[in-house]
């Protein structure tokens, strides 16, 4: 688009790779998925929804190949076929799917298909079969192109990001993508391997690297890529579509045709905003906590084309005033309304040129020579028509940025204004004191210090003490009670799994944990509601969760270390222009992987796929520790699954790994499957217990735990109580009269737990913290990022929502007090 030169690695050898490579092959799942568990892709919403991406073929053994948009022949009679996903605990040859005829829509396992649509075709000698003056084919256009091979439509996520290309991050600006298959399962999509290099350069825009992205997404629609399939030991064909792009939110907004952050309508999702004026009144605080009227791509193009419209006029300004106007900005758009905005000028001041209306013409000629060209806007747009693809809804709400870093960095930066220099003191002492099972160390100095430069491993570990310690130092309760609440909110959104049949019971906690947040900032900083962007775009959050399941799925956390990788590329380089060579030692890199696995890989010497011979094998295992090291090197280590059988529990005195991949051991803390009852009369449950000992016996492991009972709010008036959640993260230590004993696989978390030191008076000496008093009171920290949906049960769900017009009163009230 603007000249610029650069390489990059054809995704058709990226997937080639995933399918020869036996460890990630063993991770795809190529169907998408309506089981009871959600934690990837293929088990959200969006997995299969277009019609246009939906796995077109399933297996049937030896009766060959069925595909979708063919009829089918079925014990009940003949069927359409429109979609195929896996059901809850089908094996890995069947793959029920769903079927639809006019309004009737049946599910059935592929079992009960008696003759597929070729089987139909050749013994009727009929292509189509007449179905209400409707001619349904029985042959799938894609039997021709297949040429007998299995089918596959595989997502792909795509990472764009700028970043420093030497050792210094102030310099040297890089803009990478990096691409990963969205259909791999949640373990294998950890792994470094996993990340495939697209593209970095120096010189290349966004704009530019976006316009190679779909050129290969167009040749993946129209003509796919063979594959060796090393599980089916045969050759597949498989296409591929976009499935979403993660960036940061500056990223976002100009991959989404957006104004940008410091534009007045920032959003890229709806249409909030407007002036300072009107953010800081009461109806644009209300609108702030709240997704609004949302962007489409008609609307979009409508925009643009308008600004289009207006360039060619000759007006100065006319198209930037209805860019800021609207929020839509695209840079493209922009520079070819520059161009027509100049042609007109200069035309216009040429003494020996058109007249007015002549020289309009002229301009309209030339924008219509522009979008012809498709220099016109957004490259991205095409892939809309094709599969599509959405720059207003498949740029997810990232959490990383807008959680993390963005919220939390907030909190945490308003936070320690507020605090005197005695009180960072304090503040160091207690995170010192505080437990860290399952954080991991805690630099208290550092993160006081530097508090304005942490990164997201600290903002994360801050969440999970802050509110305790914060608490012990005894600021005041608003800073205490926004910490819980984003805390609550930040473990609600990284929830790694949930389960399909309590979706929408989860959706309703996190959306009082949103709005309980915005109402606790509202009354300790409303200002920031109105000053930074990303408040507005977490309200979008939800949105995004009904769309992908998780919202870890589509978090840039993997993709953000996958940069030093990039980095070091580049040094080694010395070339000003370093993208070739960066593209050529990750390539290398890659390819060693794969030898390293036994995969079959690409020969670009000799066009054939290869495979690495004994002899390569046997040097690389030459040695005890070779293999080992090698495969740490190229990020390709496997972590051993963990099983929950009886036997495979560590013995007395020795940890015991749970659900969660947590171990766990006598004194730890952890949350249960099933809810405990306390046995006096009270109709009082928990789900967080303490481990007493470890027990063995015939193979079999239990836990004799003594629970750890929610201590309730005192009675009102009326006698009732108010089952606040803040109030919740109190617990009293069960007597031995509590103690149980349960089965080890009960226990899915480790739970992480403070004493609650206010209450026991509790003090400082020196640089520790001395106990006194009765240590059986704890306070469970309320941010735990590992099985956070099963955690949450011990503090329980939100129920209540504060409304946005609550919320609004309240940060406008306090804002002109």
Request: charged residues 25%; contains cysteine; glycine residues 6%.
């Amino acid at each position: 688009m603007e000249g610029h030169t650069l390489y990059f690695k054809p995704i058709k050898g990226l997937l080639r790779s995933d399918f020869g490579n036996p460890v990630m092959r063993a991770g795809l799942q190529l169907y998408s998925r309506r089981q009871e568990t959600i934690n990837t892709y293929m088990d959200s919403r969006m997995a299969g929804s277009d019609v246009r991406t939906r796995p077109p073929m399933v297996d049937l053994g030896e009766r060959g190949h069925a595909y979708i948009h063919e009829v089918v022949c079925h014990e009940a009679g003949l069927l359409f076929v429109t979609a195929w996903y896996r059901a809850e605990g089908c094996e890995a040859h069947q793959h029920p799917y769903h079927l639809s005829v006019g309004s009737d829509v049946l599910q059935i396992p592929t079992s009960s298909i008696t003759q597929s649509g070729k089987e139909l075709s050749y013994r009727n000698s009929a292509t189509h079969v007449l179905y209400q003056n409707k001619q349904l084919p029985l042959l799938n256009r894609l039997r021709k192109v297949a040429q007998g091979r299995p089918v596959y439509n595989v997502p792909m996520f795509a990472f764009l990001d700028d970043m420093s290309g030497a050792v210094s991050k102030r310099w040297n600006k890089h803009n990478v993508c990096v691409v990963q298959n969205a259909a791999l399962d949640l373990d294998t999509m950890k792994l470094d391997a996993s990340l495939k290099l697209f593209t970095a350069s120096n010189d290349a825009t966004p704009q530019e690297i976006c316009q190679a992205l779909t050129q290969e997404f167009e040749s993946f629609h129209r003509d796919g890529t063979v594959c060796w399939d090393v599980e089916r030991q045969e050759s597949v064909l498989v296409f591929a579509h976009l499935a979403a792009i993660l960036s940061d939110n500056p990223m976002a907004a100009e991959l989404a045709s957006n104004i940008g952050m410091k534009g007045m309508y920032s959003c890229r999702c709806c249409v909030f905003g407007g002036n300072k004026e009107y953010k800081a009144s009461e109806q644009g605080l209300v609108a702030a906590t709240k997704p609004g009227q949302p962007r489409t791509m008609h609307t979009l193009r409508e925009d643009l084309n308008k600004q289009l419209d207006l360039a060619t006029t000759g007006l100065k300004g006319a198209w930037s005033s209805q860019a800021k106007s609207t929020g839509v900005k695209d840079k493209l758009t922009s520079a070819a309304c520059k161009m027509l905005v100049d042609e007109f000028e200069a035309r216009r001041h040429d003494e020996d040129g058109p007249e007015e209306d002549d020289i309009e013409e002229e301009i309209n000629v030339l924008k219509q020579q522009v979008i012809e060209d498709q220099r016109h806007w957004n490259p991205l747009f095409k892939l809309f028509d094709l599969t599509g693809f959405d720059v207003t809804k498949h740029l997810p709400c990232e959490i990383l940025h807008t959680v993390l870093l963005g919220t939390v960095k907030y909190l945490n930066r308003a936070t320690m204004k507020l605090l005197s220099e005695g009180q960072k003191k304090e503040l160091v002492a207690w995170l010192t004191e505080a437990n860290t099972q399952g954080i991991g160390q805690l630099q208290a100095g550092y993160l006081v210090k530097h508090s304005g430069s942490l990164v997201e491993r600290e903002m994360k570990q801050l969440c999970q003490v802050m509110p305790w310690a914060l608490q012990q130092i005894k600021v005041d309760p608003n800073v205490v009670e926004v910490w819980r609440a984003q805390a609550i909110l930040a473990a609600g959104l990284h929830s790694p799994t949930l389960q399909r049949s309590s979706m929408t019971q989860w959706k309703d906690h996190l959306k009082c944990a949103l709005h309980r947040f915005y109402m606790a900032f509202a009354t300790f900083n409303p200002r920031c509601i109105t000053l930074k962007p990303k408040m507005h775009l977490l309200s979008h959050a939800l949105e995004d969760l009904d769309r992908y399941g998780t919202l870890p799925v589509v978090s840039t956390e993997r993709f953000e270390g996958f940069n030093a990788i990039v980095r070091h590329a580049s040094m080694l380089s010395n070339r000003k222009t370093p993208s070739r060579d960066i593209a050529r030692r990750i390539s290398d890199e890659e390819t060693m992987r794969d030898i390293l696995c036994d995969a079959v890989y690409w020969d670009s010497t000799t066009k054939t796929l290869r495979r690495p011979g004994r002899m390569i094998n046997r040097l690389l295992n030459s040695t005890k520790h070779s293999k080992k090291a090698m495969v740490k090197l190229y990020g390709i280590s496997i972590h051993l699954k963990e099983t929950l059988e009886p036997k495979a529990f560590a013995p007395v005195d020795a940890f015991v790994h749970i659900e969660s991949g947590d171990c766990v051991e006598a004194e730890d803390c952890v949350i249960l499957r099933e809810r405990l009852k306390k046995n006096q009369g009270t109709e009082l449950y928990t789900k967080a217990a303490k481990i007493k000992r470890v027990l063995t016996a015939d193979d079999q492991c239990m836990l004799e735990l003594v629970p750890l009972w929610p201590r309730l709010p005192e009675p009102d008036v009326d006698g009732s109580r108010d089952h606040d959640i803040a109030e919740q993260i109190s617990f009293d230590t069960g007597s031995e009269e509590d103690v149980v004993v349960v089965h080890a696989t009960q226990a899915v978390a480790k739970a992480n737990v403070n004493h609650n030191c206010v209450e026991q008076g509790y003090r400082i000496v020196v640089k520790s913290i001395r106990h006194a008093g009765d240590p059986g009171n704890v306070c469970t920290n309320d941010c735990l990022f590992r099985s956070a949906y099963s955690s949450t049960a011990a503090y329980g769900l939100q129920v209540d929502i504060i409304s946005s017009e609550e919320i609004g009163s309240t940060a406008f009230s306090i804002m002109e007090a």
